[in-house]
């Protein structure tokens, strides 16, 4: 039993260092080794789709709108679309106030982010489409980024960088932390050809390359992207194109994480040869998409194995546990200011998002479940002044 238990524990551990540590070094290596062609092409107008799906928005949509008609983009080639998926609250009265400026609002009855966004593209009329969320702000030149790129004959999908303001808490400092880790990821898969998603705040696509997305598809950002990419496509990142927003609290950061990571068990539905070595970028899915979705269960595996490993490795990894563990539990009672903080923070931020993978598999059990909430956020009322133009 003892050995048995010592090779699930090393199994277990070894898938925790290579999706943490040894995949991100890897990729390091290999976008150092080689890189795929630098974008190509001249930037020319082309006619643009804004689509903006939102439900209960009324605290972000007219500043949204605002940052929208400010883009640094041939106004009459632009397309504003709000797609307001059942609201309940003023956002649909907001945003109407916008009609004489050319946006174009579309009641929908409350089903899902998808529907709104398929009911959005059968009425859109760009040549492009470009996606963004009500929460962010846009900086000015950054529709004309991504439209720079799709000049790009080989280019189908353009995403853009989401930068996380500086918080005020340990916290939010951690989940900045993660979106520069993330970003880092996504420069390196990116150069070396394509990567598996976009920033679902800010990208855009060719229109006649958007697929009907399902329903009930959490992840329209990957969706799209990867169906884009199945048809010869690359899928690019470009941090020029920015869009800004303000931290999210560590609960809030939990439940977006469960909608994305249990939108990642749907894209492996709709497209399960992304886990073949049929494709250029399936080593990467599946070192960063799926590993991901595998780390709660490698460390309830190592959990549950050591009780039964030889004495010496089993004190190692009690301690190892408990303190990862431990400096979690106890950060919610810790001070801002306490030095430990830095140490509690992380490991409290690492255990949440590992809760999110684990919570997410419930996708996979019979029965509904809702997981397209809006995602709420303390905006300071002078927010808008620590943006950049």
Same mark, same amino acid.
């Given at each position: 039993?003892?050995?048995?238990?010592?090779?699930? $524990?090393?199994? %277990?551990?070894?898938?925790?260092?290579?999706?943490?540590?040894?995949?991100?070094?890897?990729?390091?290596?290999?976008?150092?080794?080689?890189?795929?062609?630098?974008?190509?092409?001249?930037?020319?107008?082309?006619?643009?789709?804004?689509?903006?799906?939102?439900?209960?928005?009324?605290?972000?949509?007219?500043?949204?709108?605002? @940052?929208?008609?400010?883009?640094?983009?041939?106004?009459?080639?632009?397309? =504003?679309?709000?797609?307001?998926?059942?609201?309940? +609250?003023?956002?649909?009265? /907001? #945003?109407?106030? !916008?009609? +004489?400026?050319?946006?174009?609002?579309?009641?929908?009855?409350?089903?899902?982010?998808?529907? #709104?966004?398929?009911?959005?593209?059968?009425?859109?009329?760009?040549?492009?489409? *470009?996606? @963004? +969320? &009500?929460?962010?702000?846009?900086?000015?030149?950054?529709?004309?980024?991504?439209?720079?790129?799709?000049?790009?004959?080989?280019?189908?999908?353009?995403?853009?960088?989401? &930068?996380?303001?500086?918080?005020?808490?340990?916290?939010?400092?951690?989940?900045?932390?993660?979106?520069?880790?993330?970003?880092?990821?996504?420069?390196?898969?990116?150069?070396?050809?394509? =990567?598996?998603?976009?920033?679902?705040?800010?990208?855009?696509?060719?229109?006649?390359?958007?697929?009907?997305?399902?329903?009930?598809?959490?992840?329209? +950002?990957? $969706?799209?992207?990867?169906?884009?990419?199945?048809?010869?496509?690359?899928?690019?990142?470009?941090?020029? %194109?920015?869009?800004?927003?303000?931290?999210?609290?560590?609960?809030?950061?939990?439940?977006?994480?469960?909608?994305?990571?249990?939108?990642?068990?749907?894209? &492996?539905?709709? *497209?399960?040869?992304?886990?073949?070595?049929?494709?250029?970028?399936? !080593?990467? *899915?599946?070192?960063?998409?799926?590993?991901?979705?595998?780390?709660?269960?490698?460390?309830?595996? /190592?959990?549950?194995?050591?009780?039964?490993?030889?004495?010496? =490795?089993?004190? /190692?990894?009690?301690?190892?546990?408990?303190?990862?563990?431990?400096?979690? #539990?106890?950060?919610?009672?810790?001070?801002?200011?306490?030095?430990?903080?830095?140490?509690?923070?992380?490991?409290?931020?690492?255990?949440?998002?590992?809760?999110?993978? $684990?919570?997410?598999?419930?996708?996979?059990?019979?029965?509904?479940?809702?997981?397209?909430?809006?995602?709420?956020?303390?905006?300071? %009322?002078?927010?808008?002044?620590?943006?950049?133009?």
């Amino acid at each position: 039993m003892s050995l048995l238990a010592l090779y699930v $524990f090393l199994g %277990a551990a070894a898938l925790v260092a290579y999706v943490v540590l040894g995949y991100p070094i890897a990729l390091g290596l290999l976008s150092r080794l080689r890189s795929a062609d630098p974008v190509r092409g001249e930037w020319t107008p082309q006619a643009v789709s804004v689509l903006l799906a939102v439900r209960n928005g009324e605290q972000w949509i007219r500043a949204k709108l605002e @940052t929208v008609l400010a883009l640094d983009y041939p106004r009459p080639l632009l397309q =504003v679309l709000v797609l307001d998926d059942g609201s309940t +609250d003023r956002t649909c009265e /907001i #945003a109407a106030e !916008f009609k +004489d400026r050319g946006v174009q609002v579309l009641s929908l009855p409350a089903r899902s982010k998808a529907a #709104a966004l398929n009911a959005g593209i059968e009425r859109a009329t760009g040549d492009v489409l *470009f996606f @963004t +969320d &009500v929460r962010q702000r846009l900086d000015r030149a950054a529709l004309r980024y991504l439209t720079e790129d799709l000049c790009d004959p080989t280019i189908g999908v353009a995403s853009g960088e989401l &930068v996380i303001l500086d918080g005020e808490t340990q916290q939010e400092a951690d989940i900045g932390v993660y979106w520069r880790y993330e970003k880092w990821i996504r420069k390196r898969l990116s150069r070396l050809g394509s =990567v598996m998603g976009a920033t679902g705040s800010i990208y855009a696509m060719r229109r006649n390359l958007a697929s009907p997305i399902p329903a009930d598809m959490l992840v329209d +950002d990957m $969706f799209l992207p990867i169906s884009a990419f199945t048809k010869g496509y690359r899928v690019i990142f470009d941090e020029r %194109a920015r869009a800004f927003d303000n931290p999210t609290a560590l609960g809030q950061e939990f439940r977006r994480k469960v909608r994305t990571l249990a939108g990642n068990y749907q894209i &492996v539905r709709c *497209f399960p040869h992304l886990l073949l070595p049929t494709h250029g970028m399936w !080593f990467h *899915f599946v070192s960063h998409k799926l590993g991901r979705l595998m780390l709660p269960f490698a460390l309830l595996a /190592i959990a549950c194995a050591t009780p039964w490993l030889p004495p010496a =490795v089993r004190a /190692i990894a009690w301690l190892a546990q408990l303190a990862v563990y431990g400096l979690a #539990a106890l950060d919610g009672v810790l001070p801002e200011n306490t030095p430990l903080k830095r140490l509690s923070s992380p490991a409290r931020t690492f255990v949440v998002l590992m809760a999110a993978a $684990f919570v997410a598999a419930s996708i996979l059990l019979p029965g509904r479940r809702e997981f397209w909430q809006p995602t709420g956020v303390d905006t300071p %009322a002078d927010a808008s002044s620590a943006i950049p133009h």
